[in-house]
């Protein structure tokens, strides 16, 4: 995306676009569960402030950090290769700055309702 800003060419390639959805839904599903480990965080230091450190250790907040990363990786890497294995039509330009799902869903022929439900 910063190529394109910088050079002002308007165009990427289809493994350029794979990637930044790629790495844009990776990070977007990752803080999600991020916001949900800091969610159960305030929660025990709230509700239970005696047991804290005993439940919230650094072993715990190490697990639940990394187990955000691991399970918000291969979800989106899957549905990442589910869109860009749909079959395109001829006109495969998406007016937008970087490629995002739903404008994606718009360029392949044929049906898409399955991928669009999985989505």
Sequence with gaps: MLVDLWTQKGNISIFACATQMCFFLILGATECFLLAV???DRYVAICDPLHYPLVMSHEVC????VGSW???MPVQVGQT??????PFCESNQINHF????PPMLKLPCGDIFVNEMVV
């Excluded at 190490?62 to 950090?65: A, P, T």
């Excluded at 970087?98 to 799902?101: L, W």
Aim: aromatic letters at 16%; glycine letters at 4%.
């Design 62 to 65: 190490v697990r639940l950090v």
């Design 70 to 72: 691991v399970i918000g």
């Design 98 to 101: 970087f490629c995002d799902i």
């Design 81 to 86: 290769c589910q869109i860009f294995s749909l």
């Design 38 to 40: 800091m969610a159960y």
